[in-house]
Nanobody, 120 residues
């Protein structure tokens, strides 16, 4: 089993920044890709970003490209999402996830989510 715990969400003004963290535990982290997703009220959960185990390859949704950065520290079993130039439409519950397959394939394990609210 895998446990994923997100942290770092909160309330921020438009144009501000937040850094989300996701700590993994419970099984080997080795070789596995991880991603971030988000779900706004009344909407489906959407892909935000993904990163391979090596950290060399990253993927982003068009809506966040150039503003968000995904990274990871494998020694700490932690993945991060740096969010800059935040907009009200970024408001959502953000989930981290881990996959045993490719970074753009379905994900197998999910965290409980952390709320991000962008508002003045």
């Amino acid at each position: 089993q895998v446990q994923l715990v997100e942290s770092g969400g909160g309330l921020v003004q438009p144009g501000g920044s937040l850094r989300l963290s996701c700590a993994a535990s419970g099984r080997s982290f080795s070789g596995l890709s991880m991603g971030w997703f988000r779900q706004a009220p009344g909407k489906e959960r959407d892909f935000v970003a993904a990163i391979t185990y090596s950290g060399v390859t990253t993927y982003y949704a068009d809506s966040v490209k150039g503003r968000f950065t995904i990274s990871r520290d494998n020694a700490k079993k932690t993945v991060y999402l740096q969010m800059d130039s935040l907009k009200p439409e970024d408001t959502a519950v953000y989930y981290c996830a881990l996959t045993r397959r490719g970074p753009l394939d379905p994900y197998d394990y999910w965290g409980q989510g952390t709320q991000v609210t962008v508002s003045s």
